[in-house]
Each structure stands twice: as structure tokens, then as C-alpha cells.
């Protein structure tokens, strides 16, 4: 199961940190990932990082802004998120994979999922 919490209103320029929280499965082996869905719009790949933390995997559009990171010890999955943008504003959900350091950006690619939490960032 995987829980995501922290999102919320923000304005442009600032800063958010998204939460995710694994539970019942060895999510400590799996890959994770941060997708978004705007309203209207596609779930969108955000970023990745494998089991390890050694590897990660940003979308263009989130890179440079957007920080991915796990403490594999508590279950838990970050994403830092600075100098957010209006564009950003979306439902954002972790997503586990089993797979391994491949940089998987299509959501179907993804076994679990969590509930989402809605980030909106006015102007």
C-alpha cells in the first residue's frame, strides 16, 4: 500500500515537499516513482529512483527543480519540489515498479499505486 500526503496551495516560487509512505510489501526492493495528472490531461511520468537511490530519472520538465528522494529504513519516498510553477498544479501520486534500473516513464508500468495528493500552485 502506498500513501502519499503533502500537498496542498502554494504560491508561484515556492516550496512543497510531497510524501509517500510504503507499507505491507518489500517496497524497499521496488523502483519508485512520482507521476501528476492535471486536470483534463494524461497522468504525466515526473521522475524516478531505483530501490538504491543511486539512480534517477527526471522528467525535462521538473529537472533542476524537483528532487527525488527514499530513506528505504522507513519506507518512505520524497519529493522535494522548488520554484513550483502554476504548470505544476496536478493530483501527484507515487507509484512502485519491481523493475530495475531502467528509466520507465509509462504509468503502466507501474504495479501500486497510491491515492494521490493535489498540489495547486496559483500565480
Known amino acids: 500500500q502506498l500513501q502519499a500526503s503533502g500537498g496542498g496551495l502554494v504560491q508561484a516560487g515556492d516550496s512543497l515537499r510531497l510524501s509517500c509512505a510504503a507499507s505491507?510489501?518489500?517496497?524497499?526492493?521496488?523502483?519508485m516513482g512520482w507521476f501528476r495528472q492535471a486536470p483534463g490531461k494524461e497522468r504525466e511520468f515526473v521522475v524516478r529512483?531505483?530501490?538504491?537511490?543511486?539512480?534517477?530519472y527526471y522528467s525535462d520538465s521538473v529537472k533542476g527543480r524537483f528532487t527525488i528522494s527514499r530513506d528505504t529504513r522507513k519506507n518512505m519516498v520524497y519529493l522535494q519540489m522548488n520554484s513550483l510553477k502554476p504548470e505544476d498544479t496536478a493530483v501527484y501520486y507515487c507509484?512502485?515498479?519491481?523493475?530495475?534500473?531502467?528509466?520507465?516513464?509509462?504509468?503502466?508500468?507501474?504495479?501500486?499505486w497510491g491515492q494521490g495528493t493535489l498540489v495547486t500552485v496559483s500565480s
Open positions: 505491507g510489501r518489500a517496497f524497499s526492493s521496488y523502483a
Open positions: 507509484a512502485a515498479d519491481a523493475g530495475g534500473n531502467v528509466p520507465r516513464t509509462g504509468y503502466n508500468e507501474y504495479q501500486y
Open positions: 529512483i531505483t530501490w538504491s537511490g543511486g539512480y534517477t
